[in-house]
């Protein structure tokens, strides 16, 4: 073609006139999941058991006098079982976000949307409540059919035990969130006396609500439209990334044969083109059609076509876990597995380890004690009566202990200079206190102008000590 | 009251906010009636890069829901609420009068922690260690700005922890201070006093009065000249508590020592301010705050 290779032209195919006209609007069609069970069903159900004894079991978990794992915002201590953390420890919260984030990257790098399919919340409690709408309604056709049925007594009867079911949990679940900011015993008590305070009973259904919303209705929806993480999830994937996908090479052309018969020899591929893929998806794709921002990556068509091919004897993995690379060049699994420790994988684990060793030694050697020194201004420097000058600064001693401490103060920086009047500071158990500080020096000493001073604070039995840096001016 | 010099702002941003509101409606309108034709593989039609296409899935009803129900809550919100303009919305929302509810709210919940401190007598609270810890905390956010962190003051500010009072000392004369405030005025009296030379001679008088430094015969020239000032410092110069005029014969000098800066005083006067706390602190708090300024001075 005597074309400039440089330059491409892309045909623009017209949409054709005879395609039926339709709105821009629809409503969304429900999707029935059907029942599975394989390896990637029991993986899922595993992590459902884990997060959820984790979240609904940490608020029971007592400490002490106090329970283990308590954000008290009205007082402003964070309680993770030994530690008391001050809102001045949010750099902990945000060490744990970055981790968080860096952790997302690696496994999604090696193996996609593993969050999506097992630990996110809409997965979890999306499969927790289609458990309670199995056990009801019964299995796929049984609750199509019940949705198709006319009104009667069995119809309202099923589905008010259904949503009264679900609405338990979800009031269970905006319970259990209130519990990690009030104590849950407490809470538990003041309710059955009715004594909970408005907002938190305001949050209870709140959250409740949410639970039953998204977890009972919604599903699939805030997946495919309110979910930012499934629209830049792709972006992370390369082509050594472990996705959910069919081997069309293996598969096509479908089609339904008789089970002794052999495919090759009737020209088809592995694929019989039963459905059971689309009809297991709980966000309703057809994952022949390739990789789909839809996908969850939940693994249930793998295990359903896993069954399929059991049944007629072929082997396994025409819907599998694989790369695209191992698809393109036609990899064995050994040529796949070793892709998965390439550079960028290997760069994400080397950061993310050195981040979270670094976040353990730093909470390892927190000081438990901090201080904030403020100069008074509204008195520059004052000329005592003992023949001194003097500036005075607010302490305010922020205990992260649960026990009362006693601590001195020291300051060193100027000639002669010295903390007047101040024996121990007494502060009590995670207790934040403001404590009025005195330093002296002798007149004469030293020049006019600013200068710089270091307070030393000390726990009397030695165990923090820190330093705090200040100022101290001398008037001309 | 309105910012706008003239009306036609008012209903200029009335009319845009209205008018955007209804163009969001109109435009859910138009398009839900819209149809288009559906193509066979669900896309737009359009092909790049040789296999990339765009799907043309419809957007959720509930998402129109939503869209709808944004609209409604809109006109409902400025029905109540200030926003069209420079109406004020039923519910006669400002944001100073949020403020006041709270702060009227926050009041009343403190009112039973104070109620146990309302009846005693200041003396009383000075040795309730909790009440101090209260009075310390009202004392740090509102008196230390000026008297200091340790309540020793500074220049222009009393020390309150010494037992020299302009006003008084008594738990009495303390809550006056602090419910009403001070208007300390000394006015230039360099015209009754005479010429500057006579000036110097009573800043010299008024410094021998404390046993302070001075020029002897300055002060002796000065003391005939000083009935100008007895008139508010007392003939003895010991200062009078009812007019906050200060005791000269004391060695405390709130606005500085020294020849000049009595002259300077002499010369220009002094206004010296305390600001009255009855409408930033409730009686209750007042209460407590005399007692812990009294006990400064009273340990």
């Keep these: 073609m005597s074309e400039d290779p440089l330059r491409k032209t892309i045909p623009i195919q017209p949409v054709t006139a005879d395609g039926e006209m339709v709105s821009l609007y629809a409503a969304s069609k429900k999707i029935y999941p059907r029942t599975v069970q394989g390896l990637f069903a029991r993986w899922r159900w595993g992590f459902v058991f884990l997060t959820q004894l984790v979240f609904y079991g940490l608020p029971w978990i007592e400490w002490g006098q106090r329970q283990a794992v308590l954000f008290d915002l009205g007082a402003r201590r964070f309680y993770v079982f030994g530690l008391v953390l001050y809102p001045q420890d949010f750099i902990y919260l945000t060490g744990l976000l970055v981790i968080s984030a860096l952790a997302l990257f690696l496994f999604t790098a090696v193996a996609g949307r593993l969050w999506c399919g097992y630990a996110c919340p809409q997965t979890v409690y999306s499969e927790v409540f289609m458990w309670i709408e199995r056990k009801v309604e019964g299995d796929r056709s049984a609750r199509m059919r019940l949705d198709e049925a006319d009104f009667s007594l069995e119809k309202l009867v099923k589905k008010w035990y259904k949503h009264i079911l679900w609405i338990g949990l979800s009031i269970w679940t905006g319970f259990t969130f209130v519990g990690y900011f009030t104590p849950i015993r407490d809470l538990g008590l003041a309710f059955f006396t009715t004594q909970m305070g408005s907002w938190e009973v305001f949050w209870v259904f709140f959250y409740g609500f949410a639970t039953y919303g998204n977890a009972g209705f919604m599903r699939e929806q805030v997946c495919m439209y309110m979910c930012p993480y499934a629209r830049f999830q792709s972006a992370m994937f390369d082509h050594d990334t472990l996705i959910v996908t069919y081997d069309p090479q293996r598969g096509e052309p479908r089609g339904a044969r008789a089970r002794k018969a052999d495919p090759k020899a009737m020209g088809l591929g592995d694929c019989v083109d039963c459905t059971l893929c689309v009809q297991v998806c709980p966000t309703g794709i057809d994952i022949r059609n390739g990789l789909q921002y839809e996908c969850i990556g939940c693994g249930a068509c793998i295990d359903v076509c896993d069954t399929v091919m059991d049944k007629l004897g072929y082997a396994r993995g025409l819907v599998k876990y694989t790369t695209q690379n191992a698809i393109d060049h036609q990899w064995t699994s050994q040529q796949t597995w070793r892709r998965v420790l390439r550079p960028r994988v290997l760069i994400y684990s080397a950061i993310l380890l050195s981040l979270c060793v670094g976040l353990l030694v730093s909470l390892g050697l927190r000081q438990t004690l901090k201080v904030d020194v403020i100069r008074d201004r509204a008195s520059l420097a004052r000329i005592t009566e003992y023949g001194t000058i003097e500036n005075i600064y607010r302490f305010q001693f922020m205990n992260a202990t649960e026990e009362i401490q006693r601590y001195r103060v020291r300051v060193s920086g100027l000639e002669g200079i010295e903390v007047r009047d101040l024996p121990e500071v007494e502060v009590g158990p995670a207790e934040s206190r403001g404590v009025v500080v005195h330093a002296d020096i002798p007149y004469g000493s030293a020049s006019a102008g600013s200068h710089k001073i270091l307070f030393a604070i000390e726990s009397i039995d030695g165990r923090s000590s820190i330093q705090e840096k200040s100022v101290f001016l001398v008037p001309r | ?299």
């Design chain 2, 1 to 299: 009251m309105s910012d706008f010099i003239h009306n036609f702002w008012s209903v200029y941003i009335t009319a845009i906010t209205l008018g955007g509101i209804f163009a969001c409606a109109l435009l859910l309108w138009a398009t839900s009636r819209k149809k288009v034709a559906a193509s066979a593989d669900n896309t737009t039609g359009h092909v790049w890069d040789e296999d990339l296409r765009e799907m043309n899935n419809p957007l959720p009803l509930w998402w129109v829901g939503l869209f709808i129900l944004t609209i409604l809550f809109s006109f409902a919100y400025f029905y109540f609420y200030p926003g069209l303009g420079t109406a004020a919305g039923s519910y006669g929302w400002t944001s100073s009068g949020q403020y006041q509810q709270e702060v009227a709210k926050a009041n009343e919940a403190l009112k039973p922690l104070y109620a146990k401190y309302d009846g005693r007598p200041p003396e009383d609270l000075a040795k309730d260690p909790k009440a101090m810890a209260i009075g310390e905390r009202l004392f740090m956010n509102h008196c230390a700005q000026c008297h200091g962190s340790d309540a020793r003051g500074s220049k222009g500010f009393p020390n309150l922890t010494d037992a020299d009072w302009l006003y008084g000392g008594t738990p009495d004369k303390i809550k006056e201070t602090l419910t009403q405030g001070r208007m300390g005025v000394m006015p230039p009296m360099a015209a009754a006093v005479g010429t500057p030379d006579d000036v110097k001679n009573v800043a010299h008088y008024v410094l021998s009065l404390s046993g302070s430094p001075h020029d002897s015969l300055r002060a002796s020239l000065g003391k005939s000249k000083f009935g100008a000032c007895a008139a508010c410092h007392g003939n003895d110069g010991k200062g009078n508590q009812a007019m906050g005029a200060p005791n000269l014969t004391d060695k405390i000098w709130l606005h500085g020592w020294g020849e000049e800066t009595i002259v300077s005083m002499v010369n220009n006067g002094k206004t010296n301010q305390m600001p009255a706390q009855k409408d930033r602190l409730t009686e209750s708090q007042i209460h407590v705050l005399t007692g812990y300024v009294w006990s400064l001075s009273n340990r």
